[in-house]
C-alpha cells in the first residue's frame, strides 16, 4: 500500500470524525448541558480519556488499508547496545618529558609534533651552567681517586666520586655519558636528554634556542599500540553493560572492517545534559589504524537474558499516556488493550504486560486501526471501516 493512499486514508478519517462530531454538537444543543458539554466530550475522547471501541474489518477493508497480523511470542529478546565513540590516547601510557635543570635549548633534535621516537633517541641538547659544574666536581673526583694515596684521602675521593655520579644520574644525565665524561676527563658544554619512552610526539613545547626550567613540560610522548575508545552509553542502556564485556567497533576510514575491544572502566557519573555515561574500550593498535581522534561506532552484545513476550515494533502504537496493540478476539474483532512496553531491540519490543504467548495483535496499520477505533467512539458503535471507495488516493 502506498504512503500517498494511507494519507488519504488517514485525512478521511480525520475528516469523517470531526464531521460526526460537529453533527452531534449541533443536532441538541439545549440537551444535556449543550455544546459545551459536547465540546468537553469530544476532547476527552480524542485525547485518550474515552474508551476505545473494538474495531471489526471485513477481508476487503483490511487488504485496502493493508492491515497484517503476527502471533506474540516468547523468545531471548536479542540485547544489543549501539552507540558511537572516540579515540583517545591510553592515559597509562603518556610519558611526559621535564628535564629537571634550568638551561637553554642548543639543538632540538626532534622538531615536530607527530614525530615518531624510539626509547634512548635524542630528543634534545641541554647547555645548562648547574649541568656544567656538576660536569667539573665529577671530573676532579676522579683525579683524586688516581692520585689519592692515604686510605683516609681515597675513602673521601671514592664518596665524592659516588655524590658526583647520583647528582647527574638524578638530572637524568645518561649512564654512558657519565662514563665518557670519567674517561674523557673533560666536560661538555651540552648534555643530551633522551627519549624515555617508545611512542609519537603529542605535545611540543620548545624550539631552538628557548630557556627551559625545571617541571616544564618540553615533550609528552602517547605509546599508540593500544588506544582508547570512549563510547556515549545512555543512562538506560548502562545495565546492559559490564566489565569485561567484549564489543565490536567499526570505523568509517575502514569500511566493511570490525574490530573487537574490552570494557575496561564504566565512569560513575551520568551526564546532566546528554543523559549518557562514558564508557571506556581497550583495543590494540599495533598496526597504528588507530588514531586520537577518529569516530568510531560501538556495538555492544550484552549477556543472554531470559525468554520474554516479543511483538513487532510497529505493533505497539506508544502515546504520552499509555501504549496500545490490538488484539484479534474468535470472531475476528480487534480489541485494544493497554500493554507495559519494555526495552528494543531493532523491530522487537519487549512486553512486560498486559499480552499473552500466542495471542494475534495488528503488526502493521495500526495507526489507521487506531483511527478509526476513536471514530467509533466518536459514534457510540462498535468500529468498523467506513467505504473509502471515493476517497482521493492520489494524496492531493
Do not use: C
Not at 493493508?66 to 502471533?71: E, I, L, N
Amino acid at each position: 500500500m502506498s504512503t500517498s493512499r494511507q494519507i488519504g486514508i488517514s485525512l478521511f478519517l480525520v475528516a469523517a470524525a470531526t464531521s460526526v462530531v460537529f453533527y452531534q454538537l449541533r443536532s441538541a444543543p439545549g440537551e444535556g448541558g449543550g455544546a459545551a458539554e459536547g465540546e468537553h466530550d469530544m476532547a476527552a475522547m480524542l485525547a485518550g480519556g474515552g474508551e476505545m471501541q473494538p474495531v471489526v474489518l471485513d477481508a476487503e477493508a483490511s487488504q485496502r488499508i493493508g492491515v497484517a497480523f503476527a502471533t506474540v511470542e516468547r523468545r531471548v529478546l536479542p540485547a544489543v547496545v549501539r552507540t558511537v565513540g572516540n579515540v583517545v590516547y591510553d592515559e597509562t601510557r603518556l610519558t611526559t618529558v621535564s628535564p629537571k635543570v634550568d638551561g637553554w635549548v642548543e639543538e632540538l633534535v626532534v622538531d615536530f609534533t607527530g614525530a615518531p621516537v624510539q626509547m634512548g633517541e635524542p630528543l634534545l641538547r641541554l647547555y645548562s651552567p648547574a649541568l656544567v659544574t656538576a660536569q667539573e666536581e665529577l671530573v676532579l673526583a676522579v683525579r683524586l681517586v688516581r692520585n689519592a694515596s692515604a686510605d683516609r684521602a681515597r675513602q673521601n675521593a671514592e664518596e665524592m666520586l659516588a655524590s658526583s655520579r647520583r647528582r647527574l644520574a638524578y638530572w637524568d644525565v645518561p649512564v654512558d655519558e657519565i662514563q665518557r665524561i670519567e674517561e674523557s676527563g673533560e666536560p661538555t658544554k651540552t648534555v643530551t636528554l633522551l627519549a624515555p619512552a617508545t611512542g609519537i610526539i603529542v605535545e611540543k613545547n620548545v624550539v631552538e634556542g628557548d630557556r627551559i626550567m625545571p617541571g616544564m613540560t618540553v615533550f609528552r610522548i602517547a605509546d599508540l599500540t593500544r588506544v582508547w575508545i570512549e563510547a556515549e552509553v545512555f543512562e538506560k542502556d548502562l545495565a546492559l553493560v559490564s566489565l569485561g564485556q567484549r564489543a565490536t567497533v567499526t570505523f568509517p576510514a575502514y569500511p566493511g572492517e570490525s574490530f573487537v575491544g574490552g570494557v575496561t572502566y564504566v565512569h560513575p557519573t551520568v551526564s546532566s545534559q546528554s543523559r549518557t555515561a562514558r564508557v571506556r574500550l581497550e583495543l590494540s593498535n599495533s598496526h597504528g589504524l588507530f588514531m586520537p581522534g577518529m569516530y568510531a561506532q560501538v556495538e555492544f552484545q550484552a549477556l543472554a537474558a531470559p525468554p520474554t513476550l516479543v511483538v513487532p515494533r510497529s505493533s505497539v502504537l506508544v502515546t504520552g499516556e499509555r501504549a496500545l496493540v490490538f488484539v484479534q478476539a474468535s470472531d475476528g474483532a480487534l480489541h485494544p488493550r493497554e500493554v507495559v512496553p519494555g526495552r528494543t531491540a531493532g523491530q522487537l519490543m519487549e512486553i512486560l504486560s498486559g499480552l499473552a504467548a500466542g495471542e494475534r495483535i495488528v503488526s502493521s496499520a495500526a495507526f489507521l486501526v487506531d483511527a478509526e477505533s476513536n471514530l467509533g467512539t466518536l459514534r457510540g458503535v462498535p468500529g468498523s471501516m467506513p467505504d473509502t471507495s471515493d476517497v482521493d488516493h492520489s494524496g492531493h
